[in-house]
């Protein structure tokens, strides 16, 4: 074709047969494969070059259809909406975008097609409108074009304006996030600087609610979301723009003031609630790592969160009590049939009471499980960072309702219920162990080779487990006349009948049923003794094949007894040198789910007298109040120059100096349960400066 070779010559006389014939360039006849012509010679460019583009321009001008051709779009449904300023900005020709500008080209038309639609694997999300394709692929001197002619604040058919763009074309690659940043800054301040009146462009949401910060959040584009936490500019104009401020500095020593508008949970949907309960974002351990986050976290715990969880443990201890007594207690009545009658003493009512406090406690065990699990569904792939405790109250709480309802119906399995609920009640104490740093590292490393190498190490073992059990039954063969029942036991043939199996007999006056490996289930478990080193090599004589029955044994011995559970000692004393530093980012999330969960229960006055943060005023001509946490950091590659410092003089005079936390641990029991709520800080001297810009000091909440 003609406009795909570039040559002009080739379209001498178009002009004329077009007029001749009545026809236009945007007639079927010259639509192909959903593309106009004008379509076709932008993506057909040479060096930046196509003669036959403004040819084409200059006969749809003369033929007054100049505007129908500029804004025919695609009819193809993968590139639906492309017009050809588009394809002009995606073959990074600034010319030929400005010409069709001229033109009258729409510099709000939006390619909507599956291909520039954010789910799918091979496609490419640009935000649909030129000016976010411009941005997309970093052609600053396009979305300068663009941002004279269009509105910055239009958004795509999600929501999206080029600030979210930006935020989803960011993958954390270096030279990606680079460039994401440079053009985020310079469309926010550019636009601020035109339209000083209207609101932030990065205070518009999409259709989720989610602004740039919180999608950045959402998606887990660390580089792109720690620029916007850490944002501070030293130009008076974009002072407001900032979302940290640096209050006072002295040497590599400052204190900075990091802005909480949409950060903190006094909003809905905040970004630590996004995170904290984001189970699918990715990054979204080291994510918490970043300020504020991680002072502000901290600042809670420290503020409320400890002292209701130790309060929790202590009304869970009583809960936990009291369960126990009443369990306790109940095995008096084993002879009898429930439901058992009230005895109209003090200790029938004390038990009664016990009864149903603890059906109370599980009621509520069940509804709040049930909400927790609506607000985060439970995943597979999340247990081990979110931590499984929820789970098991819940289920804990199942047990005792399922119990109490056989109870009550007469069934005597109901005890089975009660004995699981029991045990999962004490299992569940390790959940308070979050409340301290040490053992909640240790508790985290527990549920990783819980949900780990041991979930694969039984797999493994339960195969070979029920393998080699049907083998040997398989193998073994009595006749009808070998059947296992015997004299009753005397005491010449009591130690030969029924030797250390006493769980199969029925009384000293009925036969002794001796147990064979014909019976799958006393197989499996002989087996199963044997991995455990309290296997028993007694054998029959009448049972053939002796000799195979001695190789299949002494190979599943070897197999799991000596291989799997070695390797299995082996993987976990290597994880443990591996995962102290991740288990204790978890143990941080972790404690963090739980801060924000008991901040959930508190009234809306608490929350906000207990509000992390004060107002201050960050403007230098104009008032511009924030709440601010202030984080005391050290920076030693970047010293104090040309910073926009608030205060002269180093430090906070408006309170006094605490003393260090290491000079307030003592020995006192008060000091010890303060400690078990609280975790000590780490020691900055502990981590090497290296390749490190920034550390944050000791918490200092305002």
């Known amino acids: 074709m003609a406009v795909s070779s570039g040559d002009v010559s080739k379209l001498t006389g178009l002009y004329e047969y077009l007029r001749k014939m009545n026809k236009k360039l945007t007639s079927p006849t010259y639509i192909i494969k959903g593309k106009t012509v004008l379509l076709k010679a932008l993506l057909n460019l040479r060096n930046g070059e196509n003669e036959t583009v403004e040819h084409l321009l200059d006969i749809a001008e003369k033929m007054d259809h100049l505007q129908e051709l500029v804004n025919t779009a695609y009819a193809d449904l993968d590139y639906k909406g492309q017009t050809a300023l588009h394809v002009a900005i995606e073959r990074r020709s600034k010319r030929y975008a400005e010409l069709l500008i001229q033109k009258g080209a729409d510099v ?24 976010s394709l411009a941005a997309c692929t970093n052609q600053r001197e396009i979305v300068d074009l663009l941002m004279d002619k269009a509105d910055v604040r239009r958004t795509d058919s999600h929501g999206n304006t080029v600030l979210h763009a930006l935020v989803l074309v960011a993958n954390d690659d270096l030279k990606n996030t680079d460039f994401v940043i440079s053009m985020y800054d310079y469309i926010l301040t550019k636009d601020a600087h035109m339209n000083p009146k209207r609101q932030k462009l990065e205070d518009i949401a999409n259709k989720r609610g989610l602004t740039p910060i919180k999608l950045a959040a959402k998606t887990g584009k660390i580089g ?16 407001h723009l900032s979302r940290k401020f640096t209050e006072w500095a002295y040497g590599p020593v400052y204190a900075s003031l990091y802005d909480l508008a949409s950060v903190d949970t006094y909003e809905k949907n905040s970004v630590l609630e996004i995170i904290v309960y984001g189970t699918e974002i990715p990054n979204r351990l080291e994510m918490l790592q970043i300020e504020p986050l991680n002072n502000l976290l901290e600042d809670k715990w420290n503020r409320f969160a400890h002292r209701i969880f130790f309060f929790n443990f202590i009304c869970y201890l009583i809960y936990l009590a009291i369960f126990t007594t009443v369990c306790c207690y109940h ?72 119990c109490a309802a056989m109870y009550l119906s007469g069934r005597n399995e109901y005890l089975a219920f009660l004995v699981v609920c029991l045990a999962l009640s004490w299992i569940n104490v390790l959940y308070f162990s979050r409340g301290s740093r040490h ?28 393998g080699f059990s049907a083998a040997v039954m398989t193998l073994l063969y009595e006749t009808s006349d070998e059947h296992s029942t015997v004299e009753p036991p005397t005491e010449n043939n009591q130690t030969n009948c029924c030797r250390g199996r006493k769980l199969f007999e029925e009384s000293q006056n009925e036969s ?77 999330l972790q404690r963090a789910i739980t801060t924000l969960d008991l901040e959930r229960g508190l009234c809306p006055l608490l929350k906000t007298k207990l509000r992390s943060g004060v107002k201050k005023n960050l403007g230098m001509k104009e008032e511009d109040k924030r709440q601010c946490l202030r984080v005391e950091e050290v920076n030693w590659n970047k010293w104090n120059r040309d910073v926009g410092i608030i205060n002269d003089d180093p430090g906070d005079s408006s309170r006094p100096l605490s003393p260090s936390p290491r000079a307030q641990r003592g020995q006192s029991w008060r000091v010890f349960l303060r400690d078990f709520s609280r975790r000590r800080p780490n020691n900055t001297l502990d981590v090497p400066l290296d390749g490190q810009e920034m550390k944050p000091l000791a918490p200092s909440p305002v």
Not at 377 to 397: I, K, N, W
């Open 108 to 131: 709000h038309a939006q390619a909507c097609g599956t291909f520039f639609q954010p789910k799918g694997k091979a496609c490419f999300y640009f935000g649909e409108l030129p000016l």
């Open 224 to 239: 792109l979301f720690q620029h916007m936490l850490q944002r501070e500019f030293k130009q008076e104009e974009c002072r």
């Open 331 to 402: 095995t008096e009545h084993r002879e009898k049939d429930p439901p058992y009658g009230l005895e109209k003493t003090t200790k029938g009512y004390l038990q009664l009471a016990g009864q149903i406090f603890v059906l109370s406690v599980s009621v509520y065990f069940f509804f709040k499980g049930l909400m927790d699990m609506k607000r985060k569904p439970p995943r597979l792939r999340t247990l081990v960072t979110d931590g499984y405790s929820d789970l098991v109250f819940f289920f804990q709480a199942v047990c005792f309702l399922v």
């Open 439 to 466: 053992m909640g590292i240790y508790s985290v490393m527990i549920q990783r080779m819980i949900l780990g190498d041991i979930l694969r190490f039984l797999f493994v073992y339960i195969v070979f487990l029920v």
């Open 512 to 588: 002794c049923v001796k147990p064979t490996y014909k019976n799958i289930y006393f197989t499996t478990l002989e087996l199963f003794k044997f991995t455990i080193g309290m296997g028993d090599l007694e054998f029959t004589e009448q049972y053939p094949y002796k000799n195979v029955f001695y190789v299949l044994l002494i190979s599943y011995i070897v197999l799991t007894y000596i291989l799997l559970l070695n390797m299995l000692i082996a993987m976990m004393s290597k994880r443990v040198e591996k995962m102290s530093d991740e288990s204790t980012s978890i143990w941080k």
